[in-house]
């Protein structure tokens, strides 16, 4: 198949160009460089060491003997040029892993607000928008997150996207319905994400587009099968306040021996899933699609649920370091429950990675390796969801009078 990667460069993109690669498929990655640029505006870098794209598609060549495209182009601002690539290259499939992904970026300030809006809706509108005019067929998958549901505890299931509900009809009898799931972003970020959903949902009805949306989980681990196979293809690790995520930042603390920066009491559940999994998740996708004038097909892409301060202790069983109780930043619940329906992959006979597999250590090992290349000072979480959240930030954890458990 042809297959079209948008935010290939990024850190789920990368690996999964590859594995596409890997399986013989012909691959081309648009990409802006945005997130490149974003670490010049934060002044931080991956931990690990990223080469430019060009360098990274040379090496992949030399390994494998496979060429992966690289088009540079920004998917929202560009949309006539977007255009004629689409007619040019014609794909049969595009995964959209580009947009602004990270809540805490998010909500900086106003300008990164709406910067985050304009970006995410724009690219995924143009995307859209320009399948409609080509007529090019391609089945769309799209990366979306689990945050669309929001973490309010029910104590039900969450299923795939759609909740089948009964409604009262005037006369009394029930209809039954199948909806979207009620949407509840916590953030700007997953406000986008919400949104994506419903122009999804109108592009398959009225232009019926093939779409899958990958409710995604938080994805930790660095490297797959195919970044392994030479040091220059290696994955990028953010570990700074804004971009880090919550397990990926805690075994790069454990790593360096800083106090695990756990937010508020830690019981937040969240959803996980390895990048190898991403990978494989993201092909199974591709050749499952929908068909034309189906609604969206909806897929919640994790492995297994855990509490914030259940995966702190996990690496300070293994690092020995303190943990950190710190004030919130974030406008979220203190502890909730999550129970998420996952049977789709399951059902396509995907064995996913789980915590117990091992793979923290690789980690812990990559973390220690490029420990040299941290910036302490970058890692503290200091983007405040409102004024009140802003004002209690701990700026550095390490001197703080805070609660310390070993
Ligand atoms: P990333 O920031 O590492 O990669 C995104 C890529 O998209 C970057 O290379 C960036 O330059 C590019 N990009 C952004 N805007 C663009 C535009 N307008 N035009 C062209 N390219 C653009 O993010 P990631 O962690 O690889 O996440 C990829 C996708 O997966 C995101 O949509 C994110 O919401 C989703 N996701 C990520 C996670 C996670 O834990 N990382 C979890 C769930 C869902
Ligand atoms: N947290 C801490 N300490 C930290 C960092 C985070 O306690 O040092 C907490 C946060 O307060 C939050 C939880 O850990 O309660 C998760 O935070 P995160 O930064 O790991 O994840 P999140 O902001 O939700 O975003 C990430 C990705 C995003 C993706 C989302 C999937 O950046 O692109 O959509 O995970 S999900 O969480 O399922 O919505």
Redesign the pocket.
């Known amino acids: 198949m042809k297959i079209a990667v948008m935010g290939g460069d990024g850190f789920c993109g990368w690996p999964t160009s590859l594995h596409l690669s890997a399986q013989g498929h012909e691959v081309a990655i648009v990409d802006n460089l945005s997130r490149r640029w974003i670490d010049t505006e934060l002044g931080v870098q991956s931990l690990t060491p990223m080469d430019s794209i060009q360098e990274r598609r040379r090496v992949w060549k030399q390994v494998t003997g496979n060429d992966v495209e690289f088009y540079l182009l920004d998917l929202a601002r560009d949309y006539e040029r977007f255009k004629k690539w689409l007619l040019d290259w014609r794909p049969d499939a595009i995964v959209h892993f580009a947009e602004q ?4 970026y998010s909500m900086k300030s106003d300008v990164h607000k709406t910067y985050t809006v304009n970006n995410n809706i724009s690219a995924t509108h143009n995307v859209l928008n320009a399948l409609v005019e080509t007529q090019i067929d391609a089945h769309l998958v799209h990366l979306g ?3 669309v549901y929001g973490y309010s505890t029910v104590g039900a299931t969450i299923p795939e996207g759609y909740l089948d509900v009964k409604i009262q009809k005037e006369d009394g009898s029930m209809v039954d319905q199948s909806i979207l799931y009620p949407t509840r972003p ?2 700007i ?2 406000m986008t ?1 919400s949104l994506d959903q419903i122009m999804f949902q109108f592009y398959a009805q009225n232009d019926r587009l093939r779409i899958t949306d990958l409710h ?4 930790w681990g660095t490297q797959t099968e195919q970044t392994r196979m030479h040091e220059q293809l290696i994955n990028r690790f953010d570990y700074d ?1 804004d ?5 990926n ?2 075994l790069i603390q454990g790593a360096i021996g800083y106090p695990l ?4 009491t ?1 019981g ?1 559940t ?2 996980f899933i390895h990048i190898q999994d991403t990978v494989k998740c993201v092909e199974a996708a591709i050749t499952n699609p929908p068909e034309a004038g189906e609604r969206v097909e909806i897929f919640n892409q ?1 492995t297994e649920c855990h509490r ?1 301060r259940d995966l702190a202790q996990m690496v300070a069983d293994r690092t020995g370091v303190d943990i950190k109780y710190l004030p ?1 930043p ?1 406008q ?1 619940a203190d502890e909730n429950d999550l129970i998420v329906a996952n049977e789709k992959f399951r059902g396509l006979g995907l064995d996913l990675i789980t915590l117990s597999d091992g793979l923290m250590n690789e980690v812990i090992e990559i973390a220690q390796k490029y420990a040299y290349r941290v910036d302490r000072s970058r890692i503290p ?1 200091v983007s405040g969801w409102n004024r009140e959240r802003a004002s209690q930030i701990v700026h550095d954890p390490v001197k703080a009078n805070l609660k310390a458990v070993s």
């Open positions: 992904r990270a809540a805490p997150t689990m945050g916590g953030s970020y997953h994400k995604q989980g938080i994805v306040g971009y880090g995520t919550v397990l930042r805690f920066t756990v937010h508020g830690g937040q969240r959803a994790m914030v919130n974030r979220e979480a």
